[in-house]
Antibody
Framework: QVQLVESGGGVVQPGGSLRLSCRTSGFTFSDYGMHWVRQTPGKGLQWIAFLRFDETNKYYANSVKGRFTISRDKFRNTLYLQMNSLRPEDTAVYFC???????????WGQGTLVAVSS | DIQVTQSPSTLSASVGDRVTITCRASQSLTNRLAWYQQKPGKAPKLLIYKASILESGVPSRFSGSGSGTEFTLTITNLQPDDFATYFCQQYNALWTFGQGTKVEIK
């Protein structure tokens, strides 16, 4: 069955960096666009980044543009999110999600918590 | 950016009730709207896509309707397993989520 497992979350100081991973299985990873979404109690769910299946297009939310980079390794079936210049407002649970061909999200990981605090 | 306004934020109901949640978009989505259910500590789960198509395995007591800028999720004969938070999502232009509706036990 389809599985997405995030890892790499933790506590980091403001201005620091963190790399999240999303290991996938149960489907042909290179056939699907993938997303990162974050969730906070105050702001709910926020889409933050997308990478097309063939890596020809990337999109970012304005709040993370220039600081976060989405990438993928088709040989490891893994999606990544490199997060630099972290701010307290980046504190959230981060989910990876698989995009159905019609652009909604049909599978999600269980999430990994990122806390930005001094 | 497309804004999505979801209401109500909280809804109190009893088992067997019929409940309705609404999402309004700042511009037309045609039918490019999805609904998700989320339970505490868990990932969101897809319920409905293209405004009204039920995802495989989702009980038929869930239904979606609407087009353009106004959409509804209806749950008929509410079951104990349905007490959760529900989110809408537009995917017509990038992706935006509604603020969520928590369905709680009355």
């Amino acid at each position: 069955q389809v599985q997405l497992v995030e890892s790499g979350g933790g506590v980091v100081q403001p201005g620091g960096s963190l790399r999240l991973s999303c290991r996938t299985s149960g489907f042909t990873f290179s056939d699907y666009g993938m997303h990162w979404v974050r969730q906070t109690p105050g702001k709910g769910l926020q889409w933050i980044a997308f990478l097309r299946f063939d890596e020809t297009n990337k999109y970012y939310a304005n709040s993370v543009k220039g600081r976060f980079t989405i990438s993928r390794d088709k040989f490891r079936n893994t999606l990544y999110l490199q997060m630099n210049s972290l701010r307290p407002e980046d504190t959230a649970v981060y989910f990876c999600a698989r995009q159905h061909g019609d652009y909604y999200f049909d599978s999600w990981g269980q999430g990994t918590l990122v806390a930005v605090s001094s | 950016d497309i804004q999505v306004t979801q209401s109500p934020s909280t809804l109190s109901a009893s088992v067997g009730d019929r409940v309705t949640i609404t999402c309004r978009a700042s511009q037309s989505l045609t039918n490019r709207l999805a609904w998700y259910q989320q339970k505490p500590g868990k990932a969101p789960k897809l319920l409905i896509y293209k405004a009204s198509i039920l995802e495989s395995g989702v009980p038929s007591r869930f239904s979606g309707s609407g087009s353009g800028t106004e959409f509804t999720l209806t749950i008929t004969n509410l079951q104990p397993d349905d007490f959760a938070t529900y989110f809408c999502q537009q995917y017509n232009a990038l992706w935006t989520f509604g603020q969520g509706t928590k369905v709680e036990i009355k």
